[in-house]
């Protein structure tokens, strides 16, 4: 299995920008499609951006013209970049196979704080 470590979450004032990294091992990660998911306490995980192994994007209406995900195959990594954030971005942010079926794993995420 690809294991995936994601990094880069924090602290900011609504307004700010953070990058997250999900670093991969495997030498197939380049055709993997992959997505960014987030989840706050008492919801459903959800997706926030996908990116196919030729570079393809797609993402949920709230991130739309914020976040942008890209990947950089020899480095085995996937990043999101977040800019403009919101209160309501708050959330633990995991990176995975996209789409996911029941019974993955997820990794310990990183979170990310937007205050007011």
């Known amino acids: 299995q690809v294991q995936l470590v994601e990094s880069g979450g924090g602290l900011v004032q609504a307004g700010g920008s953070l990058r997250l990294s999900c670093a991969a091992s495997?030498?197939?990660?380049?055709?993997?499609?992959m997505g960014w998911y987030r989840q706050v306490p008492g919801k459903q995980r959800e997706l926030v951006a996908s990116?196919?192994?030729?570079?393809?994007?797609n993402y949920a209406d709230s991130v739309k013209g914020r976040f942008t995900i890209s990947r950089d195959n020899a480095k085995n990594t996937v990043y999101l970049q977040m800019n403009s954030l919101k209160p309501e971005d708050t959330a633990a942010y995991y990176c995975?196979?996209?789409?996911?079926?029941?019974?993955?794993?997820w990794g310990q995420g990183t979170q990310v704080t937007v205050s007011s």
């Open positions: 995975n196979r996209w789409p996911v079926n029941g019974g993955v794993n």
């Open positions: 495997g030498t197939l990660f380049r055709i993997f499609a």
């Open positions: 990116i196919t192994g030729g570079g393809s994007t």
